[in-house]
């Protein structure tokens, strides 16, 4: 059991220096001198670098303590720990390790793109192992747990325009630096939400039909996948079908649907998008 727990560990530890490596090079490598407001807490960080010249990453952990213990209640000792670990090795990579490689100074646009899509990527894995680099990723968290039916670049996205409004306000006064941080902040949400939901995502179809054992044979036989039959019947006509149920990936889809026009050409079929498919044939629910 604690070889285990320390298979773990060593995992997450790993994940975090990459993921820390992402987030920092986005941040500071990026953003700091591209005058234009980053969002989170290390937005409200590089306000204080450019205030009081306080590094980020230290400036960061200290913003962190009052969010950690106020959300501790929500969160859980397990995830508090694991964040703890992750805010200590992200806040080092900030202040000692990006520091190490070139500054971008050249076009702003760029330099946004690249900080979305490396800090967003960045995130992303963290909290895809079950941790976050604390802060604003705790209040995100804490009302994923409230309210789980919002994704995560949702909940981030939102929380993030008072930091960039913040930002631009105090320290660049900017229009186009405000405008350059929304865009930053909206890919961020879009990089997270793909790489957390897009990997996983497929096609889910309902299929209604009067054959719906040749059907689920068929879509077996072909992509190795189950599917579940049930039972329905028509408010108008009143008759009994069948409505096979099917979860699969995006390229299979396309030939699954052919297949069921050729045994049943009255099937009445609805194709719909599933952002995360979880279970046997997939990705197992950790």
């Known amino acids: 059991m604690k070889s285990v727990k320390w298979k773990e560990l060593g995992i997450d530890i790993l994940v975090d220096i990459a993921a820390s490596m992402l987030i920092a090079v986005g941040i500071y490598n990026f953003a700091l001198n591209a005058n234009f407001p980053v969002a989170g807490f290390s937005g409200i960080a590089i306000v204080l670098y450019h205030l009081f010249g306080l590094p980020v990453g230290a400036g960061t952990l200290l913003l962190n303590v009052p969010v950690s213990i106020f959300c501790y209640k929500f969160l859980g000792r397990t995830f508090f720990l694991k964040s703890i670990k992750t805010m200590i090795i992200s806040s080092v990579f900030m202040d000692y390790v990006a520091p190490m490689f070139p500054v971008y100074d050249g076009n702003r646009l760029l330099a946004a793109l690249c900080m979305g899509i490396l800090s967003g990527a960045g995130y992303a894995v963290v909290f895809m192992r079950g941790s976050s680099t604390g802060g604003q990723d705790f209040i995100s968290m804490s009302i994923k747990k409230v ?91 009143k008759q009994h079908k069948d409505v096979v149920m099917c979860a699969c990936n995006n390229k299979q889809m396309y030939t699954i649907k052919k297949l069921v026009r050729q045994i049943d050409p009255k099937a009445f079929t609805i194709i719909m998008e599933s952002n995360e498919v979880v279970g046997e044939g997939f990705k197992e629910d950790v």
């Open 147 to 237: 309210k789980p039916h919002i994704t995560l670049g949702i909940i981030t996205f939102i929380l993030d325009v008072s930091t960039i409004v913040l930002g631009s306000v105090l320290v660049f006064k900017d229009i186009d630096g405000f405008i350059y941080g929304v865009i930053v902040t909206y890919l961020m949400a879009i990089v997270m939400d793909r790489i957390l939901y897009g990997i996983d995502e497929g096609k889910m179809t309902l299929i209604v039909t009067e054959h719906g054992s040749q059907v689920a044979e068929c879509i077996d036989e072909y992509s190795g996948r189950g599917s579940t039959i049930l039972k329905g019947m028509g408010s108008y006509s």
